[in-house]
């Protein structure tokens, strides 16, 4: 069954009102047929992207406290030691995944366990594969407290398009993998960070699916 996330209601509904409205206006105000057709082609279209965006697909997730599963879907695009300097300081293994605009835009947590800290940053919005894009544009950081893996970090990243990011951690709330934990609108980036020496399932240029690929396991 198709189902779409909480967070592109109003938005659907609003569409579907708007297009609705366009293709009664255009048999009504248009005579030649052809470009009244044209119009509510276009309409239609506009609705389906929409519809697209904000799907919300079932996904079962194995929960599994030896593995880290995958956020988001899309592509990865960086496996690489650096420095992490907002909660960690100190080395990290990150793995980032870019979401296009074509991707399910439906965050998920990646492990079980209590949330130990969470922050929202405003700023920027670069290109979400820019370098510095983790540093400066807007984005919110969610760390939380696993069995087998300790402290995990993922970070939701706003891209160009992306103006929104909503995420429904809490310090202190338990989360359960492959739960939903956010959205970001309009395509973006969420990047893990894993202790150094973490065993990855993955390597770059994967493409992955969020709630059920496997990013790295003990």
Same mark, same amino acid.
């Given at each position: 069954?198709?189902?779409?996330?909480?967070?592109?209601?109003?938005?659907?509904?609003?569409?579907?009102?708007?297009?609705?409205?366009?293709?009664?206006?255009?048999?009504?105000?248009?005579?030649?047929?052809?470009?009244?057709?044209?119009?509510?082609?276009?309409?239609?279209?506009?609705?389906?992207?929409?519809?697209?965006?904000?799907?919300?697909?079932?996904?079962?997730?194995?929960?599994?406290?030896?593995?880290?599963?995958?956020?988001?879907?899309?592509? &990865? &695009?960086?496996?690489?030691?650096?420095?992490?300097?907002?909660?960690?300081?100190?080395?990290?293994?990150?793995?980032?995944?870019?979401?296009?605009?074509?991707?399910?835009?439906?965050?998920?947590?990646?492990?079980?366990?209590?949330?130990?800290?969470?922050?929202?940053?405003?700023?920027?919005?670069?290109?979400?594969?820019?370098?510095?894009?983790?540093?400066?544009?807007?984005?919110?950081?969610?760390?939380?407290?696993?069995?087998?893996?300790?402290?995990?970090?993922?970070?939701?990243?706003?891209?160009?398009?992306?103006?929104?990011?909503?995420?429904?951690?809490?310090?202190?709330?338990?989360?359960?993998?492959?739960?939903?934990?956010?959205?970001?609108?309009?395509?973006?980036? &969420?990047?893990?960070?894993?202790?150094?020496?973490?065993?990855?399932?993955?390597?770059?240029?994967?493409?992955?699916?969020?709630?059920?690929?496997?990013?790295?396991?003990?």
């Amino acid at each position: 069954m198709l189902s779409f996330h909480r967070e592109g209601y109003k938005i659907i509904v609003f569409t579907f009102l708007i297009v609705l409205s366009g293709i009664l206006l255009s048999e009504r105000l248009i005579e030649l047929y052809w470009f009244q057709k044209v119009i509510q082609t276009i309409l239609l279209f506009f609705l389906i992207i929409v519809l697209q965006f904000f799907r919300n697909p079932k996904r079962v997730t194995e929960i599994n406290d030896t593995q880290i599963i995958a956020p988001v879907d899309g592509k &990865v &695009v960086v496996v690489e030691e650096v420095e992490e300097p907002e909660y960690f300081k100190g080395k990290r293994l990150q793995v980032s995944i870019f979401m296009s605009p074509f991707n399910v835009h439906s965050n998920r947590n990646p492990v079980s366990g209590v949330v130990k800290f969470f922050k929202y940053h405003p700023g920027l919005f670069l290109v979400a594969w820019h370098p510095k894009s983790s540093e400066e544009n807007e984005r919110t950081t969610v760390v939380v407290s696993s069995k087998k893996f300790g402290n995990v970090l993922h970070r939701q990243i706003a891209g160009a398009l992306a103006r929104r990011i909503v995420n429904y951690a809490e310090k202190g709330q338990q989360v359960t993998q492959g739960s939903d934990s956010g959205f970001i609108k309009f395509g973006s980036r &969420v990047d893990v960070f894993l202790p150094v020496g973490t065993k990855l399932d993955v390597k770059l240029n994967d493409v992955v699916k969020g709630g059920t690929s496997i990013l790295a396991s003990i």
